[in-house]
Structure formats: C-alpha cells, structure tokens
C-alpha cells in the first residue's frame, strides 16, 4: 500500500520520540513492501517561535491531506508559569482536534507482563488487567466559552454537551467493548453535573441497542479510586473530555509508566496517534526519552487508520520481545535492572528495530 | 466545656456510623469532664422522604445554632439512575455548605502503620505518606449557572472563581503548610481553564507572603499521576472543588481505604466534619460498615472546632491502637487477617470506646 504519514513532533520529547516511531515506520513499510511517504509539520511552542501562530494554516492543510498523523507532545513551561499569556501551545493541539473532528480519543492501558514489577500498585492487584479508554475530546469544558468578569476579578468555563456529541463517542465505546468483554462503564458526575445527566441520559438510551453489552455508571469520584484498587473490574469506559483527560493519566500507572502508553484520536477524517505522555522539558535533549509509547502510537496508527493488523502486531510484539530481554528505560527500570540493560532513546528505538 | 454538637447522619451508612462517632464523643465528654448535648436534624434522601426538601430549613437553623455538626453521607441509587430528577439529595448537602459557607475542605491523608498492607498501592511507596488536602468547596462548577438549551439537546454547567474565593482557601493552605513540612502544591488545569489561570494568578501572588513555604503547580492530569507514583513527594495540596472531589477520593487509597479518611470543612461560622466516604446503599444495613472515619471526624471536630488537641490525640491513638490489636473491619482486612478480628460496625466501634 501507498500511504502518505505526517509527522508532527511538537514540543520537549516530543522531537525525540517521534523521530523513533518514524524509523519503525520505516522498517515496516520496507518489511511489508510498503511505500510510505512522510512529511513534518509545525505544532505548540516550537510552531509559535517560528510563525507566532500554535497551529499554522499550513500545518493543518498537511494534516487534513495525509493519511495519518504521527503526533509527539506540546507544551513549554514559559507558559505554565505564566497565565496570563494570550498565546499558548496547547491552543495548537485543541484546535487540531476541533479541526480535524477528533472526537474519540482510545487509551489502551494494558501492562506488559515485564513491567509487573515497575508500577506503584502491587503486582497482584494490576496481572492482567486491561482496559481501553475513550474519552470525548472535542467538547466539554475544554471548548466552551471562557473568559474575566467583574474588571477580571472573576474568571469562567463554560462546560458544554450535546445530545449528539454523546451518542457518538458512546457509539464508538459500545461498539469495542463489543470485541472485548463486553463491559461498559460510562463515568460522570451526574450528581452534580447537568453535562452529566445529559451523558447518562444519552448512554443509558444507546446501551439499548447494545442489550449484550452489561453497563455501569460511576461517579468520577468513585471511579479515580476504583481504577487504583480493582482494575481488573474495567473493560471499556468511556467518558467526558476533562474526566478522560484525569483518568487516563492516573491509569497510566496501571500500566507501569506513562512512557509505555499510546492513544489514537480518530472521527470524521485523518487519524492523529500520540503518547499520552506530555512534553517533559525536564528531560528534554537528554536522549532518556522513553520511545515505546511514540512506538506503540504508531502499533495504533497502521491497525486503526491502515487496517494493518499484522504490521501493527509485529511492532507490539518487537516491543515485548525487548522488555523480556530484560531491556528498559531508566522510567520503567525497577531496582532489578542491571545498569547496562537501562537505554536511552535511541539505543531502545534500534532494540524495537532488530 | 459546654458545647452543642448537631448529629445530621444522612443516608445510607451515614445513620450507622455517626452513630458510632456519637458515642465516641460521649465518651470524651465524661472522661475529660466536658457536657455535650445533642440534637439530630434531617438532609439527603431521608429529608426528602420526610419533608420534600433534601435539606429543611429547620436542618439548617439548626446548624447554625450548633457548635459544630457531625456528619454522614448523602446519597440514594434512586437519583442515580434517573437523570430527569428534579429534587436530589445532593442539593441538601451543597445548599449546606454555600448557606454555612464552608468554602474549606480539609481531607488530611494519612496511612496507619498497620494498614500498610491493606492498599493496592506497594507498601514502600506508600510508607511515612501523609497529605493535607484542601478543596475549595463552595465554588467551581458546582455552584455555577447549570441547565438545558436546544429543546433540552444541549447542556451546560458554568464554573466560576473570583480572586476572593481563591485567595481565602489558598491563606488556609499556606498557613497550614508552615505548621508541615513548608510545601504547597497547587493544583490546575491551567493550560486549558480560564478558572485555572486566574487560580495560579492569585495563588502565585498569595505565595509572595509565605516566602518561607515551598510551592509548586501541577497539572491536575499529572497529580492525578503523581499521587499513586510518589504520594510521598506532596505535603499540602490546595486545589478547586471539582479537581479536590476526584483527587481526594483517589488518595483514599493512599490511606489504604476511604472507610479511614475523615474531613473537617470549615469557613465562616458551624464547622462541618464528615467522613469522605459516600452512602454506600450497596452494605447499608448489614452492619459492617467501617466506622473509623466517622469516628476520626468526630476527632477532627474536637480539635478544629472545640480546640481539644488532647481529647483528638486520644481518639486518635484508640484507632491506632485498635488496629495494632489486629482488628479491622471487612474493607481494610487483607488475607492474613484472622476471621474472628474482622468486625462489624458496632464492635468496631465498641473496641475504639475501650
Ligand atoms: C496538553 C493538554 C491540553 C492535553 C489535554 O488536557 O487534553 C493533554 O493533557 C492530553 O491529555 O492530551
Ligand atoms: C455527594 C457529592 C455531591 C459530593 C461532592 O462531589 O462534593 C461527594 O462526592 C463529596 O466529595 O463530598
């Protein structure tokens, strides 16, 4: 197959790792007999310097022209410490989103055995536990109006859902845990939340055309305590934009690091594929960058937006082949790990490409 | 002393356990030659029942009137399940803390010696742990404009923040840290909320008065990380109402179960002590509810609202030395504890009185 990949590195590690995930990409296209194009766009801090814009028009144009996007982090401290800045990296990433009607982003949190030992939480609690994410990521608090009042002394969101902007991603959810166990827990805050009770609302109506699918629905509370202590309880869960965003990254843990975690955000044009990690500055241009999350992104990108399953099988099994020769990166080694076994990016990147 | 204390246990196992911080209340009284007179008042669900309304004014003269409440939960699966109602009993419980104006939560964490085992987290990450969180509890998305447009298709939910309300919850947190270890972390999403910016605004400002106090800002989505990675890195965590729900229920694992974790919100008048557990419909009734976090509220009341340090130690240290007895109730109970020193909520609760 022909197929035209752009690569979007953004921010931090972000540089670093996807120039990893590109040579993966490489190897299998020459491996399958595959012809792969590539081209780089700008995003975040580094497309500001450049053209004082986060997402520039041409930026866009490429993305909405390839057949997939292989995207890195944005971010900058400058920024954080700074809120009062009218330009930002992350607008860049948002309105990519927006634009591109990425509206359903997939976490697959799944442990590789070797890591057992890395994560916070005990071994016993974590074996085989295997869940698959989908958070909203066009809507919600993330899109709604903002802005001052009162001189500036008061500032506001606005959170916001529509019927529709539920029954889609639902849709999606229901459909994969169809493939899986067949177990959905939809989570909100219904409680208190009038976005909520909309989304329970919605998902209690579609899970009726899913009569084989069992469904829950927790409170978000309930659910960031319940991820820690019984993750073998979760299947598919699916949930709002900025609940998606807390839970996925606490559920990172389940899967030893956020360094070994991709995400794919797809909907109604070309698929963008992305570690869930973000642009780590502290680390940046160290080359201790862990790249398997950039490369199991793109595991993601040739299964979901290539129909490559086989290819995609092949990196996620190179991925374990080298955890189980015992190989890590300082984020994921434990106590256990013999110091030469520890690699930095690029030395981990050529291991996944033996 | 004299003081009135008002009991206002709620729903679900709210009835059995502030039964059972009652009568550690009472036994302080007669020990320490203090006089404390009682009186109960309804909200939540069984208000509901009663009255119509999830909290009756008389409730809330009353509290007004009281030194301090001792508090249960509220909740119904009801409610839950059946997003088109009108009257919750959830109202009762926010119409209470904006009418008493307990605009601070305080959720400290901290992990018995003898529940190391009892947390899906790993002991030596766990170990020596010990948080203060304070949520800001009258504010946020969960006081602002909510409601439908489009025929009921779209819904809404306004979060607000004035410098006022942030400033006076981040004073409580600063103050707090120079009795701790002297760091403060700040949490936001302020790379996305226009709340969030002003948040950091004015606790970056607040800061310049305690130069003495070490403080940090972090992502909501990276804390939510941190916690269950390295809980031993925060001290004193200030953060908005809605973020402080679901971080401070996720630390409850940190702590080894939420049946421990109590909380005192305090503000302007009657402070407000209640576990962080919820109603918990699913073991309401069977008696084995854990009461040691009503019973930790009831030691959080004594020193925060009566300033009895001594009274609140030896409360705490009847915990302590229960658990070091080996007792436990069925949710902190791992596998090496014998069957005869799981308890139920009475006997719990009768050992602590011993
Ligand atoms: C960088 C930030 C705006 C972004 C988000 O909150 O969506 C990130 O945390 C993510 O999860 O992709
Ligand atoms: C019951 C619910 C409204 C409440 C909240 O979200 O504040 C509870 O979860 C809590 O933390 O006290």
Aim: hydrophobic share 40%.
């Amino acid at each position: 197959m022909n197929k035209h990949i752009l690569i979007v590195p953004g921010d931090g590690i972000g540089q670093e790792v996807t120039a990893v995930g590109k040579k993966v990409l490489d190897k299998i296209a020459a491996k399958f007999g595959h012809t792969f194009t590539y081209d780089e766009a700008l995003i975040g801090h580094v497309a500001i310097e450049a053209t004082g814009n986060p997402l520039p028009d041409e930026s866009l144009e490429k993305m909405r022209k390839s057949d997939a996007v292989l995207f890195g982090a944005v971010g900058h401290p400058k920024y954080d410490n700074d809120p009062s800045a009218k330009v930002r990296p992350e607008q860049g990433l948002l309105k990519m989103r927006k634009e591109l009607g990425l509206y359903a982003n997939l976490r697959p949190i799944k442990l590789f055995d070797e890591l057992l030992e890395a994560s916070s939480i005990k071994p016993e609690i974590l074996k085989d536990a295997d869940i698959l994410f989908f958070r909203e990521l066009t809507g919600d608090i993330y899109f709604g109006e903002k802005g001052r009042k009162n001189n500036g002394d008061t500032a506001y969101d606005v959170a916001e859902y529509s019927r529709y902007e539920v029954e889609r991603i639902a849709r999606k959810a229901f459909d994969a845990a169809r493939t899986r166990r067949k177990k959905l827990c939809s989570v909100d805050k219904a409680n208190v939340l009038e976005t909520s009770r909309l989304w329970r609302e919605v998902v209690q109506k579609v899970a009726l055309e899913y009569p084989d699918v069992e469904v829950e629905h927790q409170f978000v509370d309930a659910t960031a305590m319940l991820l820690i202590k019984d993750p073998r309880r979760f299947d598919v869960v699916v949930t709002a934009n900025l609940f998606g965003d807390i839970l996925t990254d606490e559920a990172s843990q389940i899967a030893g690091s956020m360094g070994m975690l991709a995400s794919a955000s797809i909907g109604d044009g070309t698929g963008v594929y992305e570690p869930i990690h973000g642009s780590a500055h502290d680390i940046t241009g160290r080359g201790v960058a862990n790249p398997l999350a950039s490369i199991l992104s793109a595991a993601l990108l040739l299964d979901i937006s290539f129909g490559m399953k086989e290819e995609s099988e092949l990196v996620i099994s190179a991925v374990d082949k080298v955890l189980k020769e015992g190989y890590r990166t300082r984020d994921i080694a434990d106590a256990k790990i013999p110091a030469d076994k520890i690699l930095g990016t690029d030395a981990m990147g050529a291991e996944v490409l033996k």
